[in-house]
Nanobody, 123 residues
Framework: QVQLVESGGGLVQAGGSLRLSCAAS????????MGWFRQAPGKEREFVAA????????YYPDSVKGRFTISRDNGKNTVYLQMNSLKPEDTAVYYC????????????????WGQGTQVTVSS
């Protein structure tokens, strides 16, 4: 079992930056691949970033590539999402998720989810 708690969301102007954190409980965090997803009102939850259990592999969709960076600190049981050059269309609730196994990009591939943190980007 893994419990996930996101933090770091807030209101930022377009072009600004935010860093989200996701703290995980449990002693086996380093065995889990981690992902970030987001969901805007009226839209489906979409993939934002993923990182392998070791941190050696990362993956991003084109919509955030070059602007967002996922990282993890297995010693602190925490995964991060650094978001730069934010745009109004990045406004959403951001969720972190965990899965045993390889890096993945689909919501159904993840077993554990946090409660989400709101990110609002004003124009």
């Amino acid at each position: 079992q893994v419990q996930l708690v996101e933090s770091g969301g807030g209101l930022v102007q377009a072009g600004g930056s935010l860093r989200l954190s996701c703290a995980a409980s449990g002693r086996t965090f380093s065995r889990y691949a981690m992902g970030w997803f987001r969901q805007a009102p009226g839209k489906e939850r979409e993939f934002v970033a993923a990182i392998s259990w070791s941190g050696g592999s990362t993956y991003y969709p084109d919509s955030v590539k070059g602007r967002f960076t996922i990282s993890r600190d297995n010693g602190k049981n925490t995964v991060y999402l650094q978001m730069n050059s934010l745009k109004p269309e990045d406004t959403a609730v951001y969720y972190c998720a965990a899965r045993l196994g390889d890096i993945a990009t689909k919501t159904f591939q993840y077993n554990y989810w946090g409660q989400g943190t709101q990110v609002t980007v004003s124009s």
